[in-house]
C-alpha cells in the first residue's frame, strides 16, 4: 500500500511516479533525495491544475451543482495521499451510491493526483432566520402579495445554493424583491447573527418573517 503514495513510494515505484509527473531521477540519486525534488517539482500541479482536473470530472455529473477538491495543502488535517471532496448536489440525499460513482470517475491514470484515497465532507448548510417588512401599494392584495415575496426569496436563496461561496447581502435581497409590482419600498430587512461563510458551507433560507403594511 505505501508504495501507491509518492511520500512513501521507493525504488521502481518511485520511478513511476516520476514518469507521471516527468520528473527523472539523475544517475546515483538515492530515494529521498529524489523524493524530495519530485515533490517539489509537482507541488504547483497538486495546488491548481489536477485538483482543477479532478473538479472539471466531477462537474461532468448532472446532479453535481458545485465541488471542493482539497489536499493537505489545503488543511493540515488532511492527511497525505487524501483528497477531500465536498460536493454540493441538487439531491436532497447524496447517496452513497453516487459518492462511489463520482470516485469511480476519478480512479483513473489520467490525473496524476498524489494518492487515491478519497473521502467526502457534508456540505455545511447554514440557515438565516430575519423578519422583512415591506410597503406595499394600495391596490395590491395582501396576501398575493406575500406570496410574490415569499416566491423571490425562495429564488434568492436557491441561488445562494447553487454553488460555494455565495454570501447572502441584504441588498442583494432587497434588490431582488424590489423587481415584484405593488411594493411601494422594502421598510426594513433584520437579519441579525448572520453565520460566518467558510469553506464548504452554504448560506440557506431559515425562518423569514414577511411583514406586509
Known sequence: MKQNFIQTATGERLDYWGQIFAVSRSEGEADDTYRERLLGGVSNRLAVGTKNAYKDKIMESPIVLDALVENTADDVGILAGTIRLTVLTSDVDFTELQKLEIVRSLQTNDFGMVG??????????????????????????????????????????????????????????????????????????????????????????????????
Open 116 to 213: 487515491d484515497e478519497f473521502v467526502f465532507r457534508n456540505v455545511d448548510v447554514l440557515p438565516i432566520d430575519g423578519e422583512i417588512t415591506i410597503y406595499k401599494n394600495l391596490d395590491v392584495d395582501s396576501e398575493q402579495l406575500r406570496d410574490g415575496v415569499d416566491g423571490k426569496i425562495e429564488e434568492y436563496f436557491s441561488e445562494l445554493k447553487s454553488s460555494f461561496g455565495r454570501e447572502f447581502g441584504k441588498n442583494d435581497l432587497e434588490r431582488k424583491l424590489l423587481q415584484i409590482e405593488g411594493i411601494s419600498r422594502v421598510h426594513l430587512l433584520t437579519f441579525e447573527n448572520i453565520p460566518v461563510l467558510d469553506s464548504g458551507a452554504i448560506h440557506s433560507r431559515g425562518n423569514i418573517q414577511i411583514n406586509i403594511l
